[in-house]
T-cell receptor, first 114, second 110 residues
Framework: DADVTQTPRNRITKTGKRIMLECSQTKGHDRMYWYRQDPGLGLRLIYYSFDVKDINKGEISDGYSVSRQAQAKFSLSLESAIPNQTALYFC?????????????FGPGTRLLVL | GEDVEQSLFLSVREGDSSVINCTYTDSSSTYLYWYKQEPGAGLQLLTYIFSNMDMKQDQRLTVLLNKKDKHLSLRIADTQTGDSAIYFC??????????FGRGTSLIVHP
């Protein structure tokens, strides 16, 4: 079974709709992240959480919100989706105190906002 | 802010060596990484190098770090079609939250 899972894998929605992307992990990591990937722009950090009570904005948090329901679950919400939020979204985890702080990525959610 | 730059495309012939280059601006970078993204998948760590090293070799992969010039490279020897993917350079400082480059698409042709 995959260590980091994301649901849904693909989603089409309309402008103005609220949607939620979910991420679950079985790695037991405290740190979780949400990124978006756009062609030619690489990965940009949306939000990150170092533990259940710690939520931080990343580089591009406007228009997004997150919820850390448990150590294993980190959800990303688009309050009112707009077309330029069409992108590939990745959840990732990492383990603190490891020397190299490797990030473990989920398979991604492809979102299309019409 | 921190910036990580890499070229967007590289095309090589099967069996040749591939060299993917990356430059970064953060002089406090502690770790530098190479991640690989295969089609339809998330990123996977390929290798990393600590900032006090100048070279790391792992089978077909060689990472070179020039800290003075803030230049990182990834060499893949005997490149195979299965190496076709997007390769991301990333750097992390004290917070260990990486800053990623835009990714280099490696195309391997027969």
């Amino acid at each position: 079974d995959a260590d980091v899972t994301q649901t849904p894998r693909n989603r089409i929605t309309k402008t103005g709709k609220r949607i939620m992307l979910e991420c679950s992990q079985t790695k037991g990591h405290d740190r979780m992240y949400w990124y978006r990937q756009d062609p030619g722009l690489g990965l940009r950090l949306i939000y990150y959480s170092f533990d259940v009570k710690d939520i931080n904005k990343g580089e591009i948090s406007d228009g997004y919100s997150v919820s850390r329901q448990a150590q294993a679950k980190f959800s990303l919400s688009l309050e009112s989706a707009i077309p330029n939020q069409t992108a590939l979204y990745f959840c990732a985890t990492s383990e603190p105190d490891r020397p190299q702080e490797t990030q473990y990525f989920g398979p991604g959610t492809r979102l299309l906002v019409l | 802010g921190e910036d990580v730059e890499q070229s967007l495309f590289l095309s090589v012939r099967e069996g040749d060596s591939s060299v993917i280059n990356c430059t970064y601006t953060d002089s406090s970078s502690t770790y530098l990484y190479w991640y690989k993204q295969e089609p339809g998948a998330g990123l996977q760590l390929l290798t990393y190098i600590f900032s006090n090293m100048d070279m790391k070799q792992d089978q077909r992969l060689t990472v070179l770090l020039n800290k003075k010039d803030k230049h990182l490279s990834l060499r893949i020897a005997d490149t195979q079609t299965g190496d076709s993917a997007i390769y991301f350079c990333a750097e992390a400082g004290g917070s260990y939250i990486p800053t990623f480059g835009r990714g280099t698409s490696l195309i391997v042709h027969p």
